[in-house]
């Protein structure tokens, strides 16, 4: 299987992790969405990141469509078998995904709109839905054990997003959520390979 991918993805960084924790073995290829490289929009008509493509050429896109994949597929599970506890995986993975969704907001208002056109109020309505759900995790962590979950892999990589576009900007008052990716590190060896990277 190939995953089309870009380093700094956040959602690149879920799936490969997640992979990895499964030991399903994926040929990556870094792709860069701005150019539209045939052989990530001739797959997926979004033309976004993360893309599986599957051994038999089935084209498999949204980062949580793809973690559901892996699950089905691995020798192990991503996500819990009790009702109650895969609620809770997948909801802290909406909620991770949720402030990467706003991350990459704010980067690209600053990045593709001219410095006049850039949107101070758009910016500050991203920031207070990210510090809202930031405060929130801060103070309901998940349980981090040799059990890792879907969610795990999906807050792993939005914190490593945060260190690598946001350092100083988020970690102020939030002791235990800063401290948990060398938590998760603990449990989950390639960690600092496999986060966000420029």
């Known amino acids: 299987m190939k995953l089309l991918f870009a380093p700094a993805s956040p959602y690149s960084s879920k799936v490969r992790m997640a992979a990895r924790h499964l030991g399903i073995e994926l040929e990556e290829e870094r792709v860069n969405t701005a150019e539209n490289p045939p052989e990530l929009v001739d797959t997926n008509p979004l033309g976004k990141i993360p893309t599986l493509i599957t ?84 103070k309901h962590l ?32 939030r002791a235990a959520l800063t401290e948990w990716p060398a938590k998760f590190a603990k449990h989950f060896e390639p960690y600092p390979a496999l986060r966000p990277k420029a």
């Open 55 to 138: 051994d038999d050429g089935t084209a498999i896109f949204d980062s949580r469509a793809i973690m559901h994949y892996l699950h089905r597929i691995g020798d192990k599970r991503l996500y819990p078998k009790k009702d109650e506890k895969r609620t809770e995986a997948e909801v802290l993975e909406a909620l991770a995904d949720g402030i990467s969704d706003c991350l990459l907001a704010i980067v690209y208002e600053k990045r593709y709109r001219s410095p006049e056109l850039v949107s101070q109020d758009a910016i500050d309505r991203q920031w207070a839905k990210i510090n809202r759900s930031l405060d929130y995790l801060d």
């Open 142 to 173: 998940p349980k981090t054990a040799k059990k890792l979950h879907g969610g795990h892999f999906a807050l792993a990589a939005t914190l490593g997003y945060l260190m690598l576009r946001f350092p100083g900007e988020w970690e102020n008052g």
